[in-house]
C-alpha cells in the first residue's frame, strides 16, 4: 500500500497545483518510469526494462547490496514527482511522513540512506530522459489564433480561457510511432441544415440535456473530472479542482491492484503500464482535437438554437473531436484488462474526496465505456467524437499491449 499512498499523494498536488488533464498525463509518467525501472532492475525474473522499448531512455545506473529496491522505488517516485511539480513543500511534507511508517518497519539506517542516495541517481537519469520530450520548448510555443467561421472552436462561458496544449501533438511518443498513427476518421462535414447529420447530432446534445434524467445526471457528474471549474456569482469567482481523467483511470488503477492484491512490484507494473497508454492516448487525441478543430455543441446552440442553454458540465477549454474522456478510459481499460481480466468487477471510490458516490462497474470496459457516453450527457460531445475516440483509444490500447505490456512483463503471474 505505500505505493499506492505515494501515487495519491501525487494526485492530491496534481488537483491542487491545477495541471492540465495532457501536462497531468505526464506528471504521472515520469515519477513511474523510475519506480519501474528500479523494479525491473532489481526483479530480472519478473519484469523486462523498458530501456530499448521507451525512446531515448538510457540504463539506469547500477547499484550497491545496500539498496533495497522497494524503498529505492519509493523514494525515486516521490523525488521525480517533487520535480514536476509546484508544490514542493507537500511532496517534502509527505515524505517526512513516509520515513516515519518506514521507520517503524525496523529498516536499518544505512539501507534506508542507500536506498535514497540511489533513488536520487535514478531521479536525476529519469529526469534527463524527461528533459528531451520537447515539454519544456512547447512552453514557449504561441497561443492558438482564434478562427471566426461557424465551424471553428472557440472559447466558451464563462471564462473564455485559450486553448490548452495546442502544441501537445510535437510532445515525444512512447510506445506510438507518432502523434497520428491512430489518426480518426474526419468528424461529419459542417451542416446546420435541418436534417443533417451533423445537425441531428448537435441536436441530440440539446434535447438530451433538456431532457436529462437523474442516472445520466449521476453519471455525467461522476465523471465530469476537470481540474478546474469556475463558478461566478455576482462579482465573486471561485473555483472546484478535481482529478484530471487520467487521474480517475490512476485511481482505478490502485483499486485494481487492491483488489487483485498485487504485490509491490506487480503494483508498480501496473501503474507503469496505465500511465504509458494515458500519456499517448492524449498525445494522440491532442493531435486530432487541434488539427480538426471541431467548434463545441455550446458554442452553436447558444448562436442558433437557445442563449440561455447550458450544458450540464462546464465546456473544456479545447477542440470538440475526438472525446478524450472516450480515447483514454478506452485505452487505460484495454491495458488494464490486459493486466487484471476482462471480469474483473469493482466497486470505483475514486470520487469520494471530491463528494461524489461509488460506482460499481463489472469490468473496465464497462466502466470506459460509461466515462465515454457521460460526455453526451455533460452536454459537451457530439457523439461522433464518442464513438471515434472509443475506436481511436481501443487501438492506442491494444497497440501498447502488443508493443510494450507484452515487452515488459516476462514469467509474471497476472492476477485475474
Request: proline residues 6%.
Given at each position: 500500500m505505500l505505493f499506492q499512498e505515494s501515487v495519491q499523494n501525487l494526485t492530491d498536488i496534481i488537483v491542487h497545483d491545477i495541471f492540465s488533464p495532457p501536462v497531468a498525463s505526464r506528471v504521472y509518467?515520469?515519477?513511474?518510469?523510475?519506480?519501474?525501472?528500479?523494479?525491473?532492475?532489481?526483479?530480472t525474473l519478473n519484469y523486462n526494462s523498458t530501456v530499448g522499448k521507451l525512446p531515448g531512455l538510457k540504463p539506469i545506473p547500477n547499484f550497491s547490496k545496500k539498496v533495497n529496491p522497494y524503498l529505492a522505488s519509493l523514494y525515486a517516485f516521490n523525488s521525480v514527482g517533487k520535480a514536476l511539480i509546484f508544490s514542493e513543500d507537500k511532496m517534502k511534507l509527505f515524505q517526512?511522513?513516509?520515513?516515519?511508517?518506514?521507520?517503524?518497519?525496523?529498516?536499518?539506517?544505512?539501507?534506508?540512506?542507500?536506498?535514497?542516495?540511489?533513488?536520487?541517481?535514478?531521479?536525476?537519469?529519469?529526469?534527463?530522459?524527461?528533459?528531451d520530450d520537447l515539454y519544456n520548448e512547447t512552453r514557449t510555443y504561441p497561443k492558438y489564433t482564434i478562427q471566426q467561421e461557424d465551424h471553428y472552436w472557440k472559447p466558451t462561458a464563462p471564462d473564455y480561457m485559450d486553448g490548452i496544449e495546442p502544441h501537445w501533438n510535437k510532445i515525444r511518443t512512447l510506445v506510438l510511432e507518432s502523434a497520428n498513427q491512430f489518426q480518426p476518421?474526419?468528424?461529419l462535414?459542417?451542416?446546420?441544415?435541418?436534417?443533417?447529420?451533423?445537425q441531428l447530432q448537435l441536436n441530440e446534445v440539446y434535447e438530451i440535456v433538456k431532457n436529462i434524467d437523474e442516472e445520466q445526471t449521476l453519471i455525467a457528474n461522476f465523471w465530469d473530472c476537470n481540474p478546474y471549474v469556475t463558478h461566478h456569482k455576482g462579482h465573486a469567482l471561485f473555483a472546484?479542482?478535481?482529478?484530471?481523467?487520467?487521474?480517475?483511470?490512476?485511481?482505478?488503477?490502485?483499486?485494481?491492484?487492491?483488489?487483485?492484491?498485487?504485490?509491490?512490484?506487480?503494483?508498480?507494473?501496473?501503474?507503469a503500464n496505465v500511465t504509458v497508454g494515458l500519456f499517448d492516448a492524449f498525445i494522440s487525441c491532442w493531435d486530432e482535437k487541434w488539427?480538426?478543430?471541431?467548434?463545441?455543441?455550446?458554442?452553436?446552440?447558444?448562436?442558433?438554437?437557445?442563449?440561455?442553454?447550458?450544458?450540464?458540465?462546464?465546456?473544456?477549454p479545447f477542440p470538440e473531436y475526438t472525446s478524450g474522456h472516450s480515447v483514454i478510459s478506452r485505452t487505460a481499460a484495454v491495458i488494464l484488462?490486459?493486466?487484471?481480466?476482462?471480469?474483473?468487477?469493482?466497486?470505483?471510490?475514486?470520487?469520494i474526496p471530491y463528494g461524489l458516490p461509488t460506482r460499481s462497474f463489472n469490468s473496465f470496459l464497462h466502466a470506459a465505456d460509461e466515462a465515454a457516453i457521460s460526455r453526451l450527457y455533460g452536454g459537451i460531445h457530439y457523439m461522433m467524437a464518442i464513438e471515434e475516440g472509443v475506436i481511436?483509444?481501443?487501438?492506442?490500447?491494444?497497440?501498447?499491449?502488443?508493443?510494450?505490456?507484452?515487452?515488459?512483463?516476462?514469467?509474471?503471474?497476472?492476477?485475474?
Open positions: 509518467l515520469y515519477p513511474t518510469i523510475a519506480a519501474y525501472e528500479i523494479i525491473a532492475k532489481f526483479d517526512e511522513k513516509q520515513d516515519k511508517k518506514i521507520k517503524k518497519l525496523q529498516v536499518p539506517r544505512s539501507v534506508m540512506n542507500a536506498s535514497k542516495a540511489y533513488a536520487e541517481q535514478v531521479s536525476n537519469h529519469i529526469l534527463s530522459w524527461a528533459s476518421k474526419p468528424p462535414d459542417f451542416d446546420l441544415n435541418e436534417g443533417s447529420p451533423f472546484t479542482k478535481k482529478i484530471t481523467p487520467g487521474g480517475h483511470w490512476i485511481g482505478i488503477t490502485g483499486i485494481a491492484a487492491t483488489k487483485a492484491k498485487s504485490d509491490f512490484s506487480a503494483t508498480v507494473n501496473a501503474y488539427n480538426s478543430l471541431v467548434v463545441r455543441p455550446e458554442t452553436l446552440i447558444h448562436k442558433y438554437y437557445d442563449e440561455d442553454w447550458l450544458p450540464l458540465l462546464q465546456t473544456p484488462t490486459e493486466l487484471y481480466g476482462h471480469n474483473f468487477s469493482f466497486e470505483d471510490t475514486t470520487e481511436q483509444g481501443d487501438q492506442i490500447g491494444k497497440y501498447i499491449v502488443e508493443k510494450f505490456t507484452s515487452q515488459i512483463e516476462t514469467n509474471q503471474k497476472r492476477s485475474n
